[in-house]
């Protein structure tokens, strides 16, 4: 059964740059049956996708963060990462790790639990 | 601000069948599938309903989704009192390069 579990600091200051990562067990990343993205939540605000990448390298980003935003995989690891530049108070936020179905965009199945990253000095 | 717009609550008594509603443009629900996730209280969101009408492996039938124009809805049919949650709708926007897009989100309480 996949299994995704984020990981990374809870809290990140201002101006700097929030790095996560994503470890998925009982299956690998490397497939040609899935992306691996990044959604976030703002604590009781609505759902908003980050970004999304594919084995073969392939990255896709939410047009409002692209610039601030890199997203990468390891597979000799198993993970793929986030990183989000320039952090603000408004990018505080329950981060979701996610797998996404190759053949269809919107189906993001399993995700991980998600981890609260708040961004204060 | 979401390019698909929802309401922020709807209720409804156990037994009874409600409606959420999601309206977007010509550009992401006018030309793309409509997708519904559940999202329980403190948990991650679940999909429940995928390419407008289709309902994924355990998702129960009481769960229904449609798609007209540029707006879709989700409709729960036989409410229960663990249906209370948090819907939200989501499709794909084809402008500015494409991209996913979520609704803000609606608070269903089962009174």
């Known amino acids: 059964q996949l299994q995704l579990q984020e990981s990374g600091p809870g809290l990140v200051t201002p101006s700097e740059t929030l790095s996560l990562t994503c470890t998925v067990s009982?299956?690998?990343?490397?497939?040609?049956?899935?992306?691996w993205g990044w959604i976030r939540q703002p604590p009781g605000k609505g759902l908003e996708w980050i970004a999304s990448v594919y084995f073969s390298g392939s990255t896709y980003y939410n047009p409002s963060l692209k610039s601030r935003v890199t997203i990468s995989m390891d597979t000799s690891k198993n993970q793929f990462s986030l990183k989000l530049s320039s952090v603000t108070a408004a990018d505080t936020a329950v981060y979701y790790c996610?797998?996404?179905?190759?053949?269809?965009?919107?189906?993001?199945?399993?995700w991980g639990q998600g981890t609260l990253v708040t961004v204060s000095s | 601000q979401s390019v698909l717009t929802q309401p922020p609550s709807v209720s409804g008594t156990p037994g009874q069948r409600i409606t959420i509603s999601c309206s977007g443009g010509n550009s992401n629900i006018g030309t793309n599938n409509a997708y519904w996730y559940q999202q329980l209280s403190g948990s991650a969101p679940k999909l429940l309903i995928y390419?407008?009408?289709q309902r994924p492996s355990g998702v129960p039938d009481r769960f229904s989704g449609s798609k007209s124009g540029t707006s879709a809805s989700l409709a729960i049919s036989g409410l229960r009192s663990e249906d209370e949650a948090d819907y939200y709708c989501?499709?794909?926007?084809?402008?500015?390069?494409?991209?996913?897009?979520f609704g803000g989100g609606t608070k269903l309480t089962v009174l």
């Open positions: 989501a499709t794909w926007d084809d402008s500015v390069s494409g991209h996913v897009v």
């Open positions: 009982g299956g690998s990343i490397r497939t040609t049956s899935s992306y």
């Open positions: 996610a797998r996404r179905t190759s053949s269809d965009p919107i189906w993001f199945d399993p």
């Open positions: 390419r407008n009408n």
